[in-house]
């Protein structure tokens, strides 16, 4: 949120563009954390967890920049409100992929696509 206000009203970026950067920084900063702190480590597959993770993190910031897009410019929403909101469901996003895909099953995941 600090960095959105910060590109949106230092930066004077349009409120969409803040937004990929600042979900972006906070997303690399946040696969990190999870890693060390959150989920198990996969140890040598950093490679494919990263790129599953980069994937599911793309997906999280069409659904914010959408949510963004839909509150601020169809309903009129601040753009702080807006961010609140778009977050709530990029949250849930977010801790659904990376629990059952990126950082638990890529053995499974592996496995189904190595019998190929």
Excluded: P
């Excluded at 140890?43 to 494919?48: C, I, L």
């Amino acid at each position: 949120m600090f960095l959105l206000i910060m590109f949106v009203e230092r930066f004077a970026l349009s409120y969409l563009v803040a937004n990929v950067f600042a979900f972006l920084i906070t997303c690399i900063i946040n696969y990190y954390l999870s890693r060390k702190w959150v989920f198990e480590r996969t140890g040598e597959r950093k490679r494919v967890e990263f790129m599953l993770f980069m994937f599911f993190v793309t997906c999280g910031l069409l659904i914010s920049q959408f949510v963004m897009w839909v509150c601020v410019g169809q309903w009129h929403i601040d753009y702080r409100i807006s961010k609140v909101i778009a977050t709530g469901f990029v949250v849930i996003w977010n801790f659904f992929t990376r629990k059952h895909v990126v950082f638990n099953r890529l053995d499974t995941l592996k496995s189904r696509f190595s019998r190929r």
